[in-house]
């Protein structure tokens, strides 16, 4: 079946724009993560859905970065004034359920570029 | 705050080598411990390990899991130039995951 798919594959914006990422987790995962990877580190830990709700947000930097999953699929990172700190690669988890037995498969990731 | 620590951070071998790849790890409510291989950018699954001295195989790659002294290890055997990536280790706790920065695995032909 399908994995994790992430759009876009690449953005590249300006300062001070608005950006959104979006993710599309494997079809019938509960729960969905973000982490953010930044040049030769690993990924680290943003925020983490079971359902629809938001079970731990704090991984996510400051109050310019929010992400929603309204139905309980589909998130959408967004991130409002963007720096040039906050380029990155931007990937997203899902898993079947919460829990520390469930593997996280990985989407390919959004390359985020702020000019 | 939860750390992990990966070494070598870099290594460059020849085909048919055999490499072993270390992870130590300080996770509070430590629940797994996760290796990845990623070579472009998606992180590719590769072992969740929860039990120590259990080695888990999966074709010329093998890990163990040693929960007192808070180590993992990840081998290939006969390496292959189509080994050459980022090799990614992660402690778990409830379902948060903590990262090391990786090995970068060079095979060379």
């Known amino acids: 079946g399908a994995g994790v798919s992430q759009t876009p594959s690449n953005k590249v914006t300006e300062k001070g724009k608005y950006v959104e990422l979006r993710c599309d987790p494997i079809s019938g995962h509960t729960a969905l993560y973000w982490y953010r990877q930044s040049l030769g580190q690993g990924p680290e830990f943003l925020i983490y859905f079971q359902g629809t709700g938001a079970a731990d947000d704090s991984g996510l930097p400051n109050d310019r970065f929010f992400a929603v999953r309204p139905e309980g699929s589909v998130s959408t990172l967004k991130i409002q004034r963007t720096e040039r700190g906050d380029s990155a690669v931007y990937l997203c988890?899902?898993?079947?359920?919460?829990?520390?037995?469930?593997?996280?498969?990985f989407g390919p990731g959004t390359r985020l570029l702020v000019l | 705050e939860d750390k992990v620590v990966q070494s070598p951070l870099s290594l460059v071998v020849h085909e048919g080598d055999t490499v072993t790849l270390n992870c130590s790890y300080e996770v509070t409510n430590f629940r797994s411990l996760l290796w990845y291989k990623q070579e472009k950018k998606a992180p590719t699954f590769l072992f969740m390990l929860t039990s120590s001295g259990i080695e888990k195989k999966s074709g010329r790659l093998s890990s163990i899991l040693d929960k007192k002294e808070l180590f993992s290890i990840l081998n290939i055997t006969a390496t292959q130039t189509g080994d050459s990536a980022v090799y990614l280790c992660a402690g778990g706790s409830n379902y948060k995951l903590t990262f090391g920065k990786g090995t970068l695995l060079t095979v060379n032909p």
């Open positions: 988890a899902s898993s079947l359920r919460q829990g520390a037995g469930e593997t996280q498969y």
